[in-house]
């Protein structure tokens, strides 16, 4: 896994052995990427289930202000931390090591995110869990976005009902990126 553009462009990322995490492959992040990168200078990231990082430094790497990792275990915390150091970015970067439900609660009040990034677990309707705890929440900017990462069977039907509209729907092979903002007129 590497850095694909920007300032830390081609710099090799450590992800952790094992299944434990699940990194993005450099095909889907880059057209990811694509999507987001004429908004992403000055922005402001959160990056939730990061496990190594990849999303959150990529976006550092083309222009982010800062990027928010969120990440309850250990091991893949210190390599997020890791590739932070390794890719000159970790002035820009916070790692917050702690269950998403419980770190975006302690967020709240504090600051508000353009974009927020999750990679959850695929087939546990985390998303559903994450949505509905953003929903109470006010941690998105006025124009921010919402991009899940998820199996590609997965369904958002419901979305509508928590507030957000899916504004963007990319599907690859075997997952899929849901792009959702609020509502205009939702708090």
């Given at each position: 896994?590497?850095v694909?553009?920007?300032?830390?462009?081609?710099?090799?990322?450590?992800?952790?052995d094992?299944?434990?995490?699940?990194?993005?492959?450099?095909?889907?992040?880059?057209?990811?990427?694509?999507?987001?990168?004429?908004?992403?200078?000055?922005?402001?990231?959160?990056?939730?289930?990061?496990?190594s990082?990849?999303?959150?430094?990529?976006?550092?790497?083309?222009?982010?202000?800062?990027?928010?990792?969120?990440?309850?275990?250990?091991?893949?915390?210190?390599?997020?931390?890791?590739?932070?150091?390794?890719?000159?970015?970790?002035?820009?970067?916070?790692?917050?090591?702690?269950?998403?439900?419980?770190?975006?609660?302690?967020?709240?009040?504090?600051?508000?995110?353009?974009?927020?990034?999750?990679?959850?677990?695929?087939?546990?309707?985390?998303?559903?869990?994450?949505?509905?705890?953003?929903?109470?929440?006010?941690?998105?900017?006025?124009?921010?976005?919402?991009?899940?990462?998820?199996?590609?069977?997965?369904?958002?039907?419901?979305?509508?009902?928590?507030?957000?509209?899916?504004?963007?729907?990319?599907?690859?092979?075997?997952?899929?990126?849901?792009?959702?903002?609020?509502?205009?007129?939702?708090?």
């Amino acid at each position: 896994m590497r850095v694909i553009a920007g300032t830390a462009k081609r710099r090799k990322l450590i992800t952790l052995d094992g299944t434990d995490t699940r990194p993005t492959t450099d095909r889907i992040k880059e057209t990811l990427f694509n999507i987001l990168t004429p908004d992403l200078y000055g922005c402001h990231f959160l990056d939730l289930f990061a496990g190594s990082g990849g999303i959150g430094i990529e976006a550092l790497s083309r222009g982010a202000e800062e990027a928010v990792f969120i990440e309850k275990n250990p091991k893949a915390a210190a390599c997020i931390k890791e590739n932070l150091r390794h890719t000159g970015l970790e002035e820009k970067g916070a790692v917050i090591q702690m269950d998403v439900f419980g770190a975006l609660k302690r967020l709240e009040g504090d600051r508000r995110f353009d974009f927020v990034f999750m990679d959850p677990p695929y087939r546990n309707d985390v998303e559903r869990e994450v949505l509905v705890c953003l929903a109470g929440l006010q941690l998105l900017s006025e124009d921010g976005l919402i991009i899940i990462e998820a199996a590609k069977e997965t369904p958002f039907s419901y979305v509508e009902e928590l507030g957000f509209e899916i504004v963007k729907e990319k599907t690859y092979k075997t997952n899929k990126h849901i792009f959702l903002n609020r509502r205009k007129g939702e708090c």
